[in-house]
């Protein structure tokens, strides 16, 4: 089975604070995903990876960056965290295929809470 | 971009029932429609999937049926168990660029 690990489950920053949320997958996936899962909103896709030291822009990739610096781990990076970047963080992972983000394998999540 | 309604935003069944639930998409061009569950303290998991050259797809006690000229689709479970409590996230998608519905939790009563 595919397994995705989010390095944390539950975290508590301060506005202001840089905040690293750390993925790492074991089934040799090509492409890696951030979500943010908010109430009422589903699922929005912050940034994504095809490839080692490669990212791209999703949805609302604002006040956010990410790192791969080895196809396994995929960071989400809050430069300056704000109260409004609160949520729930998903981490995901698929097979290089056709369409990247068919059949996803997803972390159990990090409840961010941000001060 | 595309849009995707999911109703109702909460079901409860009592258990044996089934329960549906609706999704709608607004770009006729989307191909790819998944349908994932997301248990308490987990990460959502695709249950089933179904593309837009198929009108309904079965699978044990899930269902999921497409109408592609009204532009929505439908996730059916029978048979409820209490078990099938979650939240349920529909999707579509055209080339990789998916969306999600905003989710519906399903409670099983037993």
């Known amino acids: 089975d595919v397994k995705v690990t989010q390095s944390s489950r539950y975290l508590v920053k301060r506005t202001g604070e840089k905040v690293f949320l750390e993925c790492v997958q074991d089934?040799?996936?090509?492409?890696m995903f951030w979500y943010r899962q908010d109430p009422g909103l589903g699922l929005r896709l912050i940034y994504f990876?095809?490839?080692?030291?490669?990212?791209e822009k999703g949805d609302i990739p604002e006040g956010y960056s990410v790192s791969r610096e080895k196809k396994e781990r995929f960071s989400l990076i809050l430069e300056s965290a704000s109260t409004n970047q609160t949520s729930m963080y998903l981490c995901a992972s698929s097979l290089l295929g056709v369409v990247a983000n068919e059949k996803l394998f997803f972390g159990s999540g990090t409840q961010l809470s941000v001060l | 971009g595309e849009n995707v309604e999911q109703h109702p935003s909460t079901l409860s069944v009592q258990e044996g029932d089934s329960a549906v639930i609706k999704c709608t998409y607004s770009?006729?061009?989307?191909?790819?429609f998944p349908w994932y569950k997301q248990e308490l303290g987990k990460g959502p998991q695709l249950i089933i999937d179904i593309r837009s050259n198929v009108g309904e797809k079965k699978d044990q006690r899930i269902a999921v049926t497409l109408n592609k000229t009204a532009k929505h689709f439908s996730l059916h479970i029978t048979e409820t168990q209490p078990e099938d409590s979650a939240v349920y996230f529909c999707a579509a998608s055209k080339k990789g660029d998916m969306r999600f519905g905003a989710g519906t939790r399903l409670t099983v009563k037993p």
């Open positions: 089934m040799d996936h090509e492409n």
């Open positions: 990876s095809y490839d080692v030291k490669m990212k």
């Open positions: 770009d006729s061009a989307s191909n790819y």
